[in-house]
């Protein structure tokens, strides 16, 4: 039977997320706490396309993009001096490995100029899912920094007016992942991330044209259990 290139995507997905949280539910039996956490980002997408040796006219690359995200979390026992007083709130930063599975909209790009000399004018979506593993560390009580990586599974839209032509196409993939930033525990049960990432080879370039996006966002999370 042959295995299409979607189904090969979708069995990647599956296969990265379900290593991913076994093998942090592995850790998780050596660690004192393990949370889960749900919430919603917004921020600021840029795709920097790979063809502007080839593309000539204006890029707006620069979009408003939103999603979710879930997280669970292995906390190990914080360095002593982070350690609450007793009748102090607990403040749910970061503190150990993670695992997360998340949607984003990455927001559109429109362009318009020539391509190698022909007048080309358009619109680029995207969208992605990712699963990822990190690590989190506390500063302070209220005040964490965080690094992640994992795969990103995307799809990109184009619909563009090429030598006069309307014409559209579509192209899915998956690439790296990478981010990095801070978290602020809020209260015992929220906490706000803020951070940097990179949606590396996003789009084909033989079709939709292919770039890095880049995301600085800002995600609220609710933490659930302990």
């Known amino acids: 039977m042959e295995v299409t290139e979607d189904r090969m995507r979708v069995l990647s997905f599956v296969?990265?997320?379900?290593?991913?949280l076994a093998s942090l539910t592995g850790c998780a039996a050596k660690s004192a706490k393990m949370t889960m956490a749900a919430g919603a980002g917004v921020g600021q997408c840029d795709y920097d396309p790979k063809d502007r040796n080839i593309f000539a006219g204006t890029v707006d690359a620069g979009d408003t993009c939103v999603g979710l995200v879930g997280r669970v979390r292995m906390d190990q026992e914080p360095p002593k001096r982070l350690i609450p007083e007793k009748g102090d709130p607990v403040i749910p930063v970061s503190n150990g490995?993670?695992?997360?599975?998340?949607?984003?909209?990455?927001?559109?790009?429109?362009?318009?100029?020539?391509?190698?000399?022909?007048?080309?004018?358009?619109?680029?979506?995207?969208?992605?899912f990712h699963a990822a593993v990190g690590y989190g560390y506390p500063l302070t009580r209220r005040l964490g920094i965080f690094g992640r990586v994992?795969?990103?599974?995307?799809?990109?839209?184009?619909?563009?007016?090429?030598?006069?032509?309307?014409?559209?196409?579509?192209?899915s993939g998956s690439d790296l992942l990478y981010a990095a930033g801070f978290n602020v525990g809020l209260s015992r049960r929220w906490v706000?991330?803020?951070?940097?990432?990179?949606?590396q080879d996003v789009g084909e370039v033989e079709q939709t044209g292919q770039g890095d996006v880049d995301m600085i966002s800002a995600t609220v999370l609710y933490r659930f259990g302990r």
């Open 97 to 128: 490995p993670f695992g997360e599975l998340g949607y984003f909209d990455l927001g559109e790009t429109t362009f318009d100029g020539t391509w190698m000399g022909t007048p080309d004018t358009g619109t680029i979506k995207a969208t992605a």
């Open 150 to 171: 994992g795969y990103a599974f995307w799809d990109v839209d184009e619909d563009e007016i090429f030598d006069g032509v309307p014409y559209s196409q579509s192209s």
């Open 192 to 199: 706000l991330d803020v951070g940097w990432t990179r949606y």
């Open 15 to 20: 296969l990265v997320a379900a290593l991913a």
